[in-house]
């Protein structure tokens, strides 16, 4: 199975910016869905940002679009999520997930919890 590992959460002002790293092993297939969910106090899980590895095809929830940029890096199985124009609202815990499905927008929509998941990385955004 997939072994995540997310890093790179921390404290920072509104309008601040923060990378997330995700660091991906254990493939059994080149091809999968990743991309990273939040939950903050109170709320429902939600996808925020996900791409596919088959064709490259990127998923960022309305919330996010224009202030978050999904990127991987090849050689290093790695994951990122830079994060710019930071909102309060965007306090949440980020985790790293991914699955072998072939839909990037039905992996970053989908309501199950079914994949692999990281440990998550707490991300809090306040003056």
């Known amino acids: 199975q997939l072994q995540l590992v997310e890093s790179g959460g921390g404290l920072v002002q509104p309008g601040g910016s923060l990378r997330l790293s995700c660091a991906a092993s254990?493939?059994?297939?080149?091809?999968?869905?990743i991309g990273w969910f939040r939950q903050a106090p109170g709320k429902e899980r939600e996808g925020v940002s996900c791409?596919?590895?088959?064709?490259?095809?990127?998923y960022y929830a309305n919330s996010v679009k224009g202030r978050f940029t999904i990127s991987k890096d090849r050689a290093k199985n790695t994951v990122y999520l830079q994060m710019n124009s930071l909102k309060p609202e965007d306090t949440a815990v980020y985790y790293c997930?991914?699955?072998?499905?072939?839909?990037?927008?039905?992996?970053?929509?989908?309501?199950?919890?079914?994949?692999?998941w990281g440990q998550g990385t707490q991300v809090t955004v306040s003056s």
């Open positions: 997930a991914a699955d072998y499905l072939p839909s990037v927008v039905g992996f970053c929509r989908r309501r199950s919890g079914s994949g692999s």
């Open positions: 254990g493939f059994t297939s080149d091809y999968y869905a």
């Open positions: 791409l596919s590895t088959a064709d490259g095809t990127i």
